[in-house]
């Protein structure tokens, strides 16, 4: 770009009077000179929750309105930390968000995208520059001092720009925009919710996320029943959220609270009910009035509480410790269980009538080797996460490294997977990706695990009961873990991708407790 032009271009940018003319002139000159396949700019709304096209390359694409509740979105990124966003690959972002996708539709063959953030003279964010087809070019833009300087005139006359344009006019897109919207909210939430926040592309995960909007809409309780870490809170947290019940979620871990507490944390109780009952409490049944009542690992539930369980269920009435009369309670009930209750119900722990009554609707999450294509999926959105929760730039995964990942039984599942990405993530420098390295480094030893190539554990391959063998497993694997770890249960925990709790509750059953310091 000679001198000629850029004064031309600077001299187009300053007679500008709209916001939109000015980017309009900015996008259309500098484009070819780096050869990009397009490029747009928008502005934050007033009220902040979706970013409005002004400007673009080709300049006859009509743009979609951002939803900046799309977390994962890059141009949304970019915006919320006010830093620049560079995603080599955009074809690894997926369940990114609909409006993201409406977006990258426009530009189908580009692979890079570069967002830089547009900020008024408070230091306060106002839009975004977006560049498609620009693989490494934040690099190549900062050493390049015409850019720079070009960018800064762009920015500055921007900002002052978008403070005069008048505050009614933008009002009044925006209204229109907003009511096109609230129309759009209304018929796709909910799809939108699970799309974003229930990752995977697999059939199985589809059909999952299909199966989560129609339980949504219904009021019978369900059973999510799956492995550890395959997401049964998260997806009972998703349903209720995908339901019209405006009420709260409140998750009740039944393995984790002592038997002798948990039916006054339940259902409350009065004032001098019981030993340290210094005044009466109202209990989790009574604060999810109107919500989601969320009972994780109801297996472990007490049988004796179960059979006041059953009571509350058909009646829809309940009585806290200590009190005479009954009180009501309008939840709808979703139970958890990672344990075949089957098996509890022949071993006389489980009440079948209870099984029957939480189970009037079932939702099986499936293991995530089962559903290996869902790993990049969810990887590359636990990264995203991390970028976002640390301002940091890891730039996606090496080919290498999605294959190997795919390739682990990860029988922590998705748990474990968003550990292992979080902790590599943690020791990838900015700009560059996860390396197969860096994962491998932080897996288990080869002798404690088995990869789909791999070779199993023989001994308990010898073993002909599936269930003892797979106990046997877990009870091995957890106290070499915390041999390994001095005993520290939260490292412990930590490392094999469980919650605190669960392994707090798997020590007591297997008696581990030599192994381990305290919680
Ligand atoms: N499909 C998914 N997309 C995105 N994140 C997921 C998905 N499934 C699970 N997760 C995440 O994985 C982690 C583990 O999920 P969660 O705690 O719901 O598992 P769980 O089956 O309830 O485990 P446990 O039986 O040990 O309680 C959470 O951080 C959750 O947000």
């Not at 990752?199 to 339980?215: K, N």
């Not at 009972?295 to 049988?303: N, Q, R, S, T």
Request: glycine fraction near 6%.
């Amino acid at each position: 770009m000679d001198a000629v032009a850029v004064a031309q271009l600077v001299r187009a940018m300053a007679m500008a009077t709209q916001p939109e003319a000015l980017s309009q002139a900015f996008l259309d000159d500098i484009v070819p000179i780096w050869r990009w396949q397009g490029a747009c700019c928008y502005r934050r709304n007033l009220a902040g929750d979706c970013l409005l096209p002004l400007a673009s390359v080709p300049s006859s694409v009509a743009l979609p309105v951002l939803d900046t509740s799309e977390l994962d979105n890059p141009v949304v990124y970019c915006l919320s930390s006010a830093r620049p966003c560079q995603v080599d690959d955009i074809n690894r972002l997926v369940s990114v968000g609909e409006s993201f996708d409406a977006l990258r539709a426009h530009w189908p063959s580009t692979q890079a995208l570069l967002a830089l953030p547009l900020k008024n003279t408070r230091q306060e964010m106002t839009g975004v520059l977006v560049f498609f087809g620009v693989s490494g070019a934040l690099l190549a833009l900062q050493a390049a001092p015409l850019w720079q300087a070009l960018l800064d005139t762009h920015e500055r006359l921007f900002a002052r720009l978008s403070d005069l344009v008048s505050t009614e006019q933008s009002i009044r897109y925006e209204r229109t925009v907003h009511r096109k919207r609230e129309a759009d909210r209304g018929d796709h939430r909910a799809e939108r919710l699970l799309a974003s926040e229930f990752v995977g592309e697999s059939a199985v995960t589809r059909h999952i996320r299909e199966e989560m909007l129609r339980l949504a809409d219904s009021t019978l309780s369900i059973l999510i029943t799956g492995e550890t870490g395959t997401g049964k809170d998260h997806a009972a947290w998703l349903i209720h959220q995908a339901s019209a019940r405006g009420g709260p979620f409140v998750p009740v871990n039944c393995a984790a609270i002592p038997n002798e507490l948990i039916e006054a944390e339940l259902f409350g109780s009065t004032r001098g009910a019981f030993t340290g009952a210094t005044q009466a409490r109202s209990g989790l049944v009574a604060e999810a009035h109107g919500g989601t009542l969320f009972l994780d690992e109801i297996g472990d539930m007490p049988l004796a509480l179960q059979g006041t369980l059953l009571r509350v269920l058909n009646e829809k009435k309940y009585r806290p410790v200590g009190a005479t009369k009954e009180r009501e309670s309008d939840f709808r009930l979703i139970c958890a269980t990672h344990q075949p209750l089957s098996r509890r119900i022949r071993e006389g722990q489980f009440r079948e009538d209870l099984y029957y009554r939480i189970r009037q609707q079932s939702l099986h999450l499936t293991p995530l080797r089962e559903r290996a294509e869902d790993i990049p999926a969810i990887a590359t959105h636990v990264l995203l996460q991390h970028n976002r929760a640390r301002h940091a730039h890891v730039a996606g995964f090496s080919d290498a490294a999605l294959a190997w990942l795919r390739n682990q039984t990860l029988p922590g599942n998705v748990r474990e997977l968003r550990n292992l990405v979080l902790a590599a993530a943690e020791r990838t420098g900015q700009g560059k990706p996860i390396h197969v390295e860096t994962m491998q480094a932080l897996t288990t030893p080869a002798d404690m695990r088995t990869t789909r190539d791999g070779a199993p554990l023989q001994d308990l391959l010898s073993m002909h009961n599936l269930t003892e063998a797979m106990d046997t497993f877990e009870r091995l694997m957890i106290g070499d873990r915390l041999r390994q770890l001095n005993g520290s249960r939260s490292q412990a925990a930590q490392s094999l991708g469980i919650p605190k709790r669960t392994l707090a509750y798997k020590c007591r059953k297997w008696n581990l407790d030599r192994e381990t310091d305290s919680l």
